[in-house]
């Protein structure tokens, strides 16, 4: 702090939360199996379409508000 200058009043802090959905899909088979093994060993993971899932990712930060520049985590407000 400077001469003169008046102390910052106490920091609060925010949490800002963000949730993302997304597809992803995949095949599992071995060429080095028939198709029949490839059914028995795999099942429905063996879908010549490909088998998906379904996700859900939720990312939370938290950081002190800067009270001279309104300014939190990442950036302006």
């Known amino acids: 702090m400077e001469v003169g200058e008046k102390p910052l009043k106490p920091t ?8 993302e ?4 899909a995949h095949r599992l088979h071995s060429n080095c199996l028939s198709a029949e093994e490839n059914r028995r060993i795999f099942g429905k993971c063996n879908n010549p379409n490909g088998h998906g899932h379904n996700y859900k990712v939720e990312v939370t930060v938290r ?6 520049i ?3 985590v990442g950036g302006s407000w």
């Open 12 to 19: 609060r802090t925010a949490l800002v939360t963000r949730v």
């Open 21 to 24: 959905s997304f597809n992803a």
């Open 63 to 68: 950081g002190e508000v800067s009270v001279r």
């Open 70 to 72: 309104c300014m939190g």
